[in-house]
């Protein structure tokens, strides 16, 4: 992540240090979702942008996250929208992530961006699948060349991750469910294994295929701390992890970052 930072730094540094504005929306009374958009917050700093933050009690109610939300829809100044999810189930997700303006929808989260995603036409993917993508290319994957799996049900992780690796050429996509009876035997062809099952410790070795890679998408909250859905005995047969915590959340950061510089020069050059 830090070479993206630094490039994007680099970038805006060039273009004479233009104020470069990401908003973090987040709901929830938990310290560490706000070490996590604290965590946004420093990246953005260091490659130069800004950013403005709206933080609300997980007890806060639909029209308050709406108001927030059209208020930075509005403004001018803000080139990019992001919202922490899960939000709470008291809520819904889907009418406050629409009142996001495709435009800045730098997770790609609202309805048309999904919508332009499984069209092959993303402005802005999904921040955490494209992280992972990126993450593939970064390893010397080559998906053109691999037969990919994905485990969950998640709109914004395992199925825009189904999508992306598509998009880009994998030639075989399994979106597959945490509870079909045959997982591990589909688990077991993948050359990329991509879990999103939210559940701790639950792919294990007898589920790699020997010399693969394996991406851990899962956010578990457990009394010992945050932890993903590999056991830890994968390492042992798979020839690469991206780990969780640790993997994945800083490359969500990064996407985030580059959309919202992409969000930037789009909505100046259409001025």
């Not at 308050?64 to 922490?84: C, K, M, T, Y």
């Not at 880009?168 to 469910?177: E, K, M, Q, W, Y």
């Not at 589909?186 to 294994?193: E, N, P, T």
């Not at 959340?249 to 909505?267: D, E, S, V």
Request: glycine share 8%; with cysteine; aromatic share 4%.
């Amino acid at each position: 992540m830090q070479n993206v930072v630094m490039r994007l730094r680099i970038q805006i540094a060039a273009a004479g240090d233009p104020r470069v504005c990401m908003a973090t929306v987040l709901v929830s009374d938990d310290p560490r979702d706000e070490a996590n958009a604290r965590r946004k917050h420093r990246k953005a700093e260091e490659a130069g942008m800004q950013y403005v933050h709206r933080q609300f009690s997980g007890t806060a109610e639909q029209y308050e996250i709406e108001a927030a939300i059209d208020q930075l829809a509005q403004d001018s100044g803000v080139h990019g929208v992001f919202v922490q999810l899960p939000l709470p189930k008291h809520l819904n997700a889907r009418v406050i992530l629409d009142r996001i303006p495709f435009e800045k929808d730098i997770d790609g989260s609202s309805g048309r961006s999904v919508g332009a995603l499984a069209q092959g036409q993303p402005l802005f993917a999904p921040a955490t699948p494209s992280g992972i993508l990126d993450l593939l290319a970064y390893g010397g994957v080559d998906v053109k060349a691999s037969r990919a799996v994905v485990i969950g049900r998640s709109l914004e992780i395992a199925r825009a991750a189904a999508l992306l690796l598509a998009e880009r050429g994998a030639p075989s996509v399994t979106l597959i469910d945490a509870d079909v009876a045959d997982l591990r035997e589909v688990c077991r062809q993948a050359d990329v294994l991509i879990s999103a099952a939210e559940r701790p410790g639950f792919i294990t070795a007898d589920f790699v295929k020997a010399g693969s890679t394996v991406v851990d998408a899962g956010y578990n909250r457990t009394p010992a701390g945050v932890v993903g859905d590999l056991d830890p005995g994968v390492e042992g047969v798979a020839r690469a992890i991206v780990a969780m915590p640790g993997g994945t959340g800083p490359a969500t950061i990064a996407c985030l970052l580059q959309h919202t510089w992409a969000a930037y020069n789009r909505l100046r050059s259409a001025e």
